[in-house]
């Protein structure tokens, strides 16, 4: 199994670009330009952003910590600073690969396994029994805005439409995630499905591997299904860390919170409550652009100024905003991709001298 690669492409530069244009084009609409921005962002208080951004790790910590725990139930021992760093360089690879999260939670299957190596079934159920949790919350987060929304008589009907929408489609894709979790003849018949149809393609070319590889995956989906099946015989071992990505969640309506008061606005907490809901949805589409940028962040200035909030200070804090949960995140983690790469590279060369000699 090999980590997806995250390479430099006229699409990877492109499209943030097309995205960031995008969202200062749109911001005209309300009056608002880059200079305006410049001079509200000025007035920001130094420490309270600085909260903010300190947020902004401990809510990765909270996911990570919540992803180490439900690989020590299945006996897959991780310590905490590896899954955090684990985690770091799977929220880099999301954020550059538009795949929707698959890129970062391949990675940490890849690099769990290439350290325990035949652990590769019980980390796949560790991030799918993550994202299935992470989802249940999203739904139940989505459902409480909606509520909230009954109350807003300012938002447009096309918003409250689409988030209702949001909610629907992700409840789908959790009831089929559930399924396929627990009935094991389901998967087996995926992959035999997707074997023959690789040795269609290849014109039996490469029957051998086909054979190897499906003897592996179906060694890993067995381990992959005990270990769901453990969860369901032991439902309490979830608990912990279901509390952690709820922690996870506040940390993040903590973020933009903070980013407000530093700009020296108190907003409601129903107005972070209702954007951040209807973000995690727009985020949820797969559009395919790299950094996820100009989709969320004019979604984010929408939301905010149809509250009431002034469009000045809603672009300001959009910005201010997605600093923290993207420009920094994608610093960050590449930093941390690189180190964990060159750590691999210098181990290999250290286990072949040792071998040579």
Not at 48 to 66: K, R, W
Not at 180 to 191: G, Q, V
Request: net charge positive.
């Amino acid at each position: 199994m090999e980590t997806p690669k995250a390479q430099l492409t006229h699409k990877t530069i492109l499209l943030p670009i097309i995205g960031i244009v995008a969202f200062f084009l749109y911001i005209l609409l309300f009056n608002v330009n880059i200079l305006e921005i410049i001079a509200t962002a000025q007035t920001a208080n130094l420490w309270l952003y600085s909260a903010a951004v300190l947020v902004g790790f401990i809510e990765i910590f909270f996911y990570a910590v919540s992803w180490q725990t439900i690989l020590k139930a299945l006996k897959v021992k991780i310590s905490i600073v590896r899954s955090f760093l684990y985690t770091w360089y799977g929220i880099f690879m999301d954020l550059v690969i538009p795949a929707e999260s698959i890129a970062g939670e391949v990675c940490r299957i890849y690099l769990v396994n290439r350290e325990q190596n035949g652990t590769s079934g019980k980390t796949v159920a560790s991030v799918v029994t993550q994202r299935i949790l992470g989802m249940a919350i999203n739904v139940a987060v989505l459902l409480m805005g909606i509520i909230f929304l009954f109350d807003t008589a300012t938002i447009n009907p096309i918003i409250f439409n689409a988030i209702v929408l949001f909610t629907a489609s992700i409840t789908a894709i959790l009831c089929v995630l559930l399924v396929i979790s627990w009935k094991e003849n389901w998967s087996t018949k995926i992959i035999d499905g997707l074997i023959r149809a690789g040795e269609f393609i290849s014109r039996g070319r490469w029957k051998e591997k086909f054979v190897a590889l499906r003897e592996e995956t179906l060694k890993a989906t067995k381990m992959f299904h005990d270990s769901m099946k453990e969860f369901g015989r032991k439902p309490q071992a979830l608990i912990l860390p279901t509390a952690l990505l709820v922690l996870n969640w506040i940390s993040s309506l903590a973020i933009p919170y903070l980013v407000f008061l530093s700009l020296g606005v108190q907003v409601s907490w129903t107005i972070i409550f209702i954007t951040s809901s209807i973000v995690v949805a727009v985020k949820s589409i797969p559009v395919g652009v790299p950094f996820e940028v100009g989709l969320p962040e004019i979604t984010m200035t929408t939301l905010y100024t149809s509250m009431g909030v002034p469009a000045g200070i809603s672009a300001t804090a959009t910005v201010l905003s997605r600093i923290i949960t993207l420009w920094i995140r994608v610093g960050f983690g590449f930093a941390v991709q690189q180190w964990i790469e060159l750590k691999s590279v210098f181990k290999a060369k250290s286990a072949f001298s040792l071998q040579k000699a």
